[in-house]
């Protein structure tokens, strides 16, 4: 199917009765309008759907794997449903996949509501939060920010901040927040940004999968290399998050784990305020654990404090 091109589907009982394609609705639509009104065999509704490619895409787009495109299943999924729900963290990754699936959805006849899903984790960089809301409003698409029931800064008080072996953060402030949030709806399929290219393990995952608190799943750009993605937001004249300036690894979520300790000491110049409260926090537990560990060591955040430097309250 080339970009730009239409194509309609029709469907039965989730198989495909036919399918044509053009380079314009009319010509798609004619091909089905016949068969597309009711089942030859006993006079049932037949369910009829179409979609365009869209006409901006990366050179990766032609070149999908064979059991991803082959049959154009993963579009059919989206065309399927009602609403489409997007993670966005803010990141080039999700930026490109929202944009993405915005194109898709444009496309899609009769068309599915489609989201910015964002999860404020209570602990993420404040500048953040302001550029997903920016673009967001940038690119047309509506936002949705859930946030977890209590507080990062709460629970850490409770349970002592995460460590790799005890990441309650990822549950607690992200995938909780989408999963209750999620419970409220039908006929929903969840878009994220992930790529192949991003790790090992990643390298093998399937673009669709059913994910255990979240339902379906669709990585729509899973293909897409770090330069396509660059270069499609660059074509888009997209902007990018402020916090990759500063070489941040990621900024929703600064509970410690896995962050190095040239971030905390760049944190510290860019948003003094929201440093210090992480400062506040790590004074603040009983059990007198550093916030964060590098190269295998406890490193205490005050350590970077000056002595006339104080902290503010939580």
């Not at 944190?267 to 654990?289: H, I, M, N, Q, R």
């Amino acid at each position: 199917m080339l970009a730009g091109s239409c194509l309609v589907v029709a469907q039965m009982g989730g198989v495909t009765l036919g399918q044509g394609e053009g380079n314009n609705w009319a010509f798609c639509w004619t091909t089905f309008r016949q068969n597309a009104t009711s089942s030859p065999i006993d006079g049932s509704l037949i369910q009829v759907y179409s979609y365009r490619r869209p006409t901006k895409l990366p050179d990766c787009y032609e070149h999908e794997r064979e059991e991803d495109m082959e049959d154009n299943g993963w579009l059919r999924l989206l065309a399927n449903a009602r609403q489409i729900f997007v993670l966005f963290s803010g990141g080039k990754d999700s930026c490109a996949a929202l944009a993405y699936s915005k194109e898709l959805v444009e496309g899609i006849e009769p068309k599915p509501s489609l989201v910015a899903l964002h999860v404020d984790t209570t602990v993420s960089l404040p500048t953040s939060e302001d550029f997903v809301k920016e673009f967001c409003t940038q690119l047309g698409v509506p936002l949705k920010t859930v946030k977890p029931e209590t507080d990062y800064f709460t629970l850490a008080l409770k349970w002592g901040v995460p460590r790799p072996r005890a990441r309650w953060c990822c549950f607690h402030l992200k995938i909780k927040p989408l999963k209750d949030y999620l419970k409220g709806f039908s006929n929903y399929v969840v878009l994220d940004g992930m790529r192949r290219e991003e790790s090992r393990k990643r390298s093998s995952y399937p673009r669709t999968y059913e994910h255990p608190h979240f339902g379906l799943v669709i990585h729509p750009i899973i293909e897409w290399t770090q330069e396509q993605v660059d270069a499609y937001l660059e074509s888009l004249g997209l902007p990018l998050n402020p916090a990759y300036e500063f070489g941040f690894s990621s900024w929703e979520c600064w509970c410690g784990v896995f962050k190095r300790k040239s971030e905390f000491e760049q944190l510290k110049k860019v948003d003094p305020k929201f440093f210090a409260k992480l400062v506040k926090l790590e004074d603040s537990l009983t059990s007198g654990y550093a916030y964060a560990y590098f190269n295998g060591k406890p490193f205490y955040l005050r350590e970077l404090l000056e002595e006339k430097e104080e902290v503010c309250e939580i």
